[in-house]
């Protein structure tokens, strides 16, 4: 028996991204980053222009709030070829960098997070108990409440009243309830985006080559900022989120070092 290649959750949530993801455009060319790009500025997307007019390395995005200058937006203006080489250059050398040092890279992303992560999920959980078991209560007062009430301990008016309160408070916890156990699902979910960006990174090394199916597992959004020209160059700012671990600083040759004598530190303490 060969082991599954991707585990069923992580098939599941590729095939709900490309059923969101994927567009064609008028023309019916797409590109690889449909449904990806956004502007920083004003939060639309960018839209992919490649009308048949245009060669293919004239295919360009920008901001849907431009509409050719008479928007509300600048034009966050970048050639597709251009934002293909950014990204394939941003994942090639994530990838170098999590072949070489993967225990470092998971260490980097466990103190950009685990931590408050920690102590929040557990919070979570202490507050999902609590809830639930006084949600339970309020239904043991609500029927004693009309016992008491059938017995004529309470008056009529009385029961209504006080029922009602009850009843509102267990709706209000219903409501949290249901939101924490959504914020829990949302964590679970998260492991599966870590293992599935750590497959998609070993797949874009063996192939090389990023496929509509690697961005969509690798990258969440694409920012592509509106050109500056303040250095007498253009140049175009974009910043890319990576799934599980958002935008990526990879560390300089001494932060690498200092990260490692770290994380060393931190390894032999855990197994002393
Ligand atoms: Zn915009």
């Excluded at 455009?25 to 939060?43: A, E, M, V």
């Excluded at 090639?92 to 929040?120: G, P, Q």
């Excluded at 990174?201 to 303040?230: C, F």
Aim: hydrophobic share 35%.
């Amino acid at each position: 028996m060969q082991e599954p290649i991707i585990d069923e959750n992580t098939w599941l949530r590729v095939q709900e991204l490309r059923k969101n993801k994927r567009r064609n455009t008028k023309t019916g060319k797409t590109s690889l980053f449909s449904g990806l790009t956004f502007c920083p500025d004003c939060g639309a997307k960018l839209h992919f222009c490649a009308a048949k007019s245009l060669k293919p390395n004239q295919e360009f995005y920008r901001c849907a709030n431009y509409k050719d200058g008479r928007g509300s937006c600048k034009i966050h203006y970048i050639r597709n070829v251009v934002l293909e080489q950014i990204v394939q250059t941003a994942v090639s050398d994530l990838a170098d960098f999590v072949r070489n040092y993967e225990a470092v890279f998971l260490y980097m992303l466990s103190r950009k997070t685990e931590n408050e992560k920690k102590a929040e999920l557990l919070a979570m959980r202490q507050r999902l108990t609590a809830a639930q078991s006084r949600i339970t209560e309020i239904d043991r007062v609500i029927s004693r409440l009309y016992e008491d009430n059938i017995l004529g301990k309470i008056s009529d008016e009385r029961f209504a009243k006080m029922s009602s309160t009850y009843e509102a408070e267990q709706k209000a916890l219903e409501a949290e309830v249901a939101e924490i156990e959504q914020k829990l699902r949302d964590a679970d979910k998260a492991c599966v985006d870590l293992r599935m960006l750590l497959k998609g990174l070993r797949d874009y090394t063996e192939v090389k080559e990023l496929t509509p199916e690697l961005v969509n597992t690798l990258i969440r959004r694409i920012e592509v900022h509106n050109s500056d020209r303040s250095s007498g160059k253009i140049t175009v700012k974009v910043d890319i989120y990576f799934t599980a671990a958002g935008m990526i600083d990879l560390p300089t040759e001494k932060e690498l070092e200092k990260l490692i004598s770290e994380f060393q530190k931190e390894h032999s303490k855990a197994t002393a």
